[in-house]
């Protein structure tokens, strides 16, 4: 029997033994990404047809009843307004915040590993952590930001920035901003380090200023990884849920009420898991048309 293994082995051509090789190592990823990434999708399209109490999980077929019924609702056309607004707000000052971050990191400055390594710590602190030192810092009686702004005569009254509109947005965008602009600070700067410094000389030699290098130099040159970051950013705080949370729980009025948000409390404060199913589902439609819009138009770029 070993022989004839050995000599089925000697027959099998080498690029076919590698590919089995390769199937054999991917299985286990395979596996697990069937696990924690189709399985929930398939749960959740199939708990999105049923009407279902959370704590038995026991209901009824209802079909396309809980669709017709969420996309009917006034609720989720607010909400996902309000996602949407979030989502815009938090992208353009990360993407700002993170180009003009990495723009002075690549520079000779003064501690710049320092920096560097400083720059990263809002994305790497804990979520909790970073909310409560931020509600302290909005709160409207001891808040240490209302102080200041009083101290330097900006305003005369202390600010409720959480509990009023438009504060309580505006100061939801600061803090997600405030938390995840790092990570476009380390994907931009990976990517200055790699354009040729010939490219700007030549700019100079032209006449270009600072103003000039950049957006004839840097900027071209950043386009491709700026477009990957905005798409997994834009993916990322599209679905933010902890931050939101923790920071207003989605007042006031659910004026901050994101769909994530609207998921949750149909699941587990109001027991109605075949509904939060349904908006998660509507929640990854709209997720899809992000991607396909993304997709068309690197194609169009690339013809």
Known sequence: MTMVASQQRQRMPLEKRYALLGVVLIAPAVLTLSAVIIYP?????????????????????????????????????????????????????????????????????LFRSLARSLVLFPYFVSTVVAVLVWRWLFNDLYGILSHILISIGIIHMPVDWLGRMPNAMESVIVVGAWKFF??????????????????????????????????????PQLREVLAIVILLRTIWDFKEFDLIYLLTGGGPLNNTRTLPLIVYQQAFGLNQMGVAATYAVLMMLVMLVFMLFYLYRVRRQAA
């Open 41 to 109: 999708l398939v749960s959740a399209l199939y708990l999105s047809l049923f009407s279902i109490y959370t704590p038995t999980l026991q209901g009824s077929w209802v079909g396309l009843d809980n669709y017709a019924a969420v996309i009917g609702s006034r609720t989720f056309w607010s909400s996902l307004l309000v996602t949407l607004i979030w989502t815009c707000g938090t992208l353009i000052l990360q993407v700002v915040l993170g180009v003009a971050m990495a723009l002075l990191l690549n520079q000779n400055i």
């Open 182 to 219: 790092p990570f476009v600070v380390i994907a931009v700067l990976a990517r200055l380090q790699t354009i040729p410094e010939q490219l700007y000389e030549a700019a100079t030699i032209d006449g270009a200023g600072v103003f000039g290098r950049f957006f004839d130099v840097t900027l």
